[in-house]
């Protein structure tokens, strides 16, 4: 297995691997277990995303593709621009 990212946190770790397991990747995320140690703190490579050898190269690219994507234009109502719609 290798370490293919460093999440910046826990959320981001977890989203990253369910996008993964979508593409038919197995990641493991590893120091989900440490990060409640440091309290407020970045976690600063406590975290990291492990897959199998075949797969590190496709996962790593699809993990640039997430990370280099733009929000869509115009795809925001008019009528609330600059709020979040939940």
């Known amino acids: 297995m290798q370490r293919i990212y460093e999440p910046q946190d826990l ?3 977890e989203l990253l691997q369910g996008m993964l397991a979508s593409e ?5 995320l590893t120091g989900q277990h440490l ?4 309290g407020e703190l970045p976690p600063c490579g406590l975290l990291g995303l492990l897959v199998d050898d075949v797969q590190a190269a496709r996962a790593q690219q ?3 593709t997430y990370n280099d994507a733009q929000p869509l234009a115009n795809d925001e109502p008019e009528n609330f621009q600059g709020v979040l719609l939940c």
């Open 35 to 38: 990060t409640g140690a440091v």
């Open 62 to 64: 699809l993990i640039a």
């Open 11 to 13: 959320l981001e770790g």
């Open 24 to 28: 038919g990747i197995n990641a493991h």
